[in-house]
């Protein structure tokens, strides 16, 4: 072997010196990025398996709904629950079981799964649409404090309109007829011309003796253009 220089054999001495004074914790991150790598892979795995384990129950739930089977229907419930509670297949779960439960007469049951939901769901959405069927339910028992209780809360902006429609009903329920025309015209004015659902309020105005349409050709055309 040739022999090394004294430039050669400085530089060698460097890098022993470097890596006896650095070389463990070099060693302790590259493991630890390792470390990490392998285990950000293995999460992405279980988020992928969890799901799609969750989307399989949930094909099963919706099976058990057709079938209208409640007892397996809550029993295959609770397992998405316990197994996949935070998956927005469990939220979407609950809102199908408990139109299942109330359709066959289980109201109580019902009104537990959707106030699962609300309380669970860290979806704005999903909690707002089961505070909405809440009230319609409360509503139907002739429970009327506590509909217009699930209705005052907080909904996001999209679902104003729908609120209005609902407290609309309950008040219409309560023969509270010029409260119910307020808030009928509120959804109204809410809900877009284009919207299918904004015909059935304008019925309901219509069913208290009110015409929520422009009556002056400005008006029609300007209503015309939104």
């Known amino acids: ?10 530089q060698l001495d460097q890098i022993k010196h470097f ?17 990490a790598y392998a285990g950000w892979n293995g999460y992405q795995y279980w ?12 094909g099963e739930i919706e099976r058990l709904a057709v079938e209208a089977d409640a007892d397996k ?17 469990a939220m979407q779960a609950g809102l199908l079981v408990s139109s299942s439960l109330q359709g066959a007469g289980k109201t109580e049951p019902a009104k537990a799964t959707l106030s699962w939901v609300a309380e669970h769901s860290a979806d704005p959405a999903y909690q707002a649409i089961a505070r909405l069927r809440l009230a319609a339910v409360a509503a139907e028992t002739k429970d009327f404090t506590s509909a217009m209780a699930h209705l005052n809360g907080s909904f996001p902006a999209e679902f104003s309109a729908l609120v209005a429609d609902r407290k609309g009903d309950v008040l219409s329920m309560q023969g ?11 959804a109204y004015k809410g809900l877009s011309d284009r919207i299918e659902y904004r015909r059935l309020v304008e019925v309901k105005l219509a069913a208290l003796g009110a015409d ?5 050709p400005a008006a029609v055309a300007s209503e015309g253009k939104k």
């Not at 072997?1 to 400085?10: K, P």
């Not at 988020?47 to 949930?58: D, G």
């Not at 229907?73 to 297949?89: E, I, V, W």
């Not at 929520?212 to 002056?216: E, H, I």
């Open 212 to 216: 929520p349409r422009p009556t002056t």
């Open 73 to 89: 229907l809550t029993r295959a419930f609770g397992d998405m629950k316990d197994r996949f509670g935070s998956s927005a297949y």
């Open 176 to 186: 509270k007829s010029v409260e119910a025309k307020a808030e009928y015209e509120k």
């Open 1 to 10: 072997m040739a022999t090394l220089d004294l430039e050669e054999q400085e």
């Open 19 to 35: 890596w006896k004074q650095y070389g463990n914790p070099i060693t302790w991150l590259l493991i630890a990025v390792l470390a």
């Open 47 to 58: 988020q992928r398996s969890q799901a799609s384990q969750a989307s399989a129950l949930y």
